[in-house]
């Protein structure tokens, strides 16, 4: 039998109808980050929800993971064009998060440790597509992938998945982010390659 070497990082979309257009498949993990990455002990983490909401509520590491963890199985896609199949995380889902916070703007702008931003429809974080990760195969999550906890919005391009997350801002309009207000798509669908302006 002859041996055929494919290298991974090679395969095309042909082969992984899970690959969205102009993406290749990696097996590691690149890490991407604007800045520096923050140090946060987790005794001293606090994610908050604000903004055009009924009530603002904030959680401490403790409080937050009485909201329920639970597991995630996902392909992520970044808009510099690699996608990792087949993560896996355990993070808390944004609707546990938002229940019963009477959430008024349909808009969320993720705000992190670091000062980082970006912007989400808040249809987009409900029904079960979008987490506070806190867990990445099966270890806490790294710090220079977002540890402690980061947004998971794997549906999208993988800039609004914000690591070091600790607020969400609801907001009646929609606003440009970090990446949004450079240059990038204000959705970020990677299905539809909605990479930039
Ligand atoms: N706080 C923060 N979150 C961020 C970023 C960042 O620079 N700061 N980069 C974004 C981008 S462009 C990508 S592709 C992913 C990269 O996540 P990773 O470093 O875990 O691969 O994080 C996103 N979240
Ligand atoms: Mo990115």
């Given at each position: 039998m002859p041996i055929i070497s494919r290298g991974f990082s090679g395969r095309r979309r042909e082969e992984s109808p899970q690959l969205p257009p102009g993406q290749y498949?990696?097996?590691d993990f690149p890490v991407l980050s604007a800045g520096p990455t923050p140090a946060i002990a987790t005794s001293d983490w606090v994610?908050?929800?604000?903004?055009d909401v009924a009530e603002t509520r904030?959680?401490?590491?403790?409080q937050f993971h009485e909201l329920g963890l639970e597991e995630i199985h996902t392909d992520i896609h970044c808009v510099t064009r690699w996608s990792k199949l087949g993560?896996?995380?355990?993070g808390v889902s944004l609707d546990r998060v938002l229940d019963g916070l009477d959430v008024a703007g349909r808009f969320a702008m993720a705000g992190c440790y670091g000062g980082y931003t970006t912007n989400v429809?808040?249809?987009?974080?409900?029904?079960?597509?979008?987490w506070i990760a806190t867990e990445f195969?099966?270890?806490p999550l790294d710090p220079e992938h977002g540890g402690p906890a980061r947004l998971l919005v794997p549906h999208l391009y993988f800039w609004k998945s914000a690591k070091w997350v600790r607020t969400l801002r609801i907001m009646p309009k929609d606003e440009p982010g970090f990446w949004e207000?450079?240059?990038?798509?204000?959705?970020?669908d990677p299905w539809r390659?909605?990479?930039y302006w």
């Open positions: 498949l990696t097996e994610f908050g929800v604000t903004g904030a959680w401490n590491w403790e993560t896996s995380w355990r429809p808040v249809d987009d974080l409900l029904g079960g597509k979008a195969e099966g270890a207000q450079n240059g990038y798509n204000m959705y970020g390659e909605q990479r």
